[in-house]
C-alpha cells in the first residue's frame, strides 16, 4: 500500500503544472494559474479561432456537395489545421506553452 501511494505522489507531481486540451496537446501553464483559468482561457481562444475561420467553416455552400469530395475534404482539412495553429498562438500570447 506504501508502494502505491509513493507512485500516486510522484505521478501527481510529474502532471502539476500541465493540462490537456482539445486535440491531446499537453500545455504547460504558469505558475500563477489555475486549471479554472487554463479551461477560460482555451475556451476563449477557441472562439476566437473559429470566429477568425468563420468562412471556412463546414457546409457552407448551399449545394451538398458529394460524400468525400476532395475539395471539401481538402477545405476542412485547412479550416482544422489554422484552427488548431490559432488556439496554439492565442494561448501563447497568454503565457502557456506546448510541452
Request: charged share 15%; proline share 6%.
Given at each position: 500500500?506504501?508502494?502505491?501511494?509513493?507512485?500516486?505522489?510522484?505521478?501527481?507531481?510529474?502532471?502539476m503544472g500541465?493540462?490537456?486540451?482539445?486535440?491531446?496537446?499537453?500545455?504547460?501553464?504558469?505558475?500563477?494559474?489555475?486549471?479554472?483559468?487554463?479551461?477560460q482561457?482555451w475556451?476563449?481562444?477557441?472562439?476566437?479561432?473559429?470566429?477568425?475561420?468563420?468562412?471556412?467553416?463546414y457546409?457552407?455552400?448551399p449545394?451538398?456537395s458529394?460524400?468525400?469530395?476532395?475539395?471539401?475534404?481538402?477545405?476542412?482539412f485547412?479550416?482544422?489545421?489554422?484552427?488548431?495553429?490559432?488556439?496554439?498562438?492565442?494561448?501563447?500570447s497568454?503565457?502557456?506553452?506546448?510541452e
Amino acid at each position: 500500500m506504501i508502494g502505491s501511494s509513493a507512485g500516486m505522489a510522484l505521478l501527481l507531481l510529474a502532471l502539476m503544472g500541465c493540462a490537456s486540451r482539445g486535440n491531446g496537446t499537453v500545455w504547460a501553464m504558469p505558475a500563477d494559474r489555475t486549471q479554472a483559468d487554463f479551461d477560460q482561457d482555451w475556451h476563449r481562444c477557441a472562439v476566437h479561432s473559429q470566429l477568425a475561420n468563420e468562412g471556412w467553416s463546414y457546409g457552407q455552400s448551399p449545394f451538398p456537395s458529394p460524400p468525400n469530395d476532395p475539395r471539401q475534404n481538402t477545405e476542412r482539412f485547412f479550416a482544422h489545421t489554422s484552427t488548431n495553429a490559432m488556439i496554439e498562438t492565442c494561448m501563447a500570447s497568454r503565457g502557456y506553452r506546448v510541452e
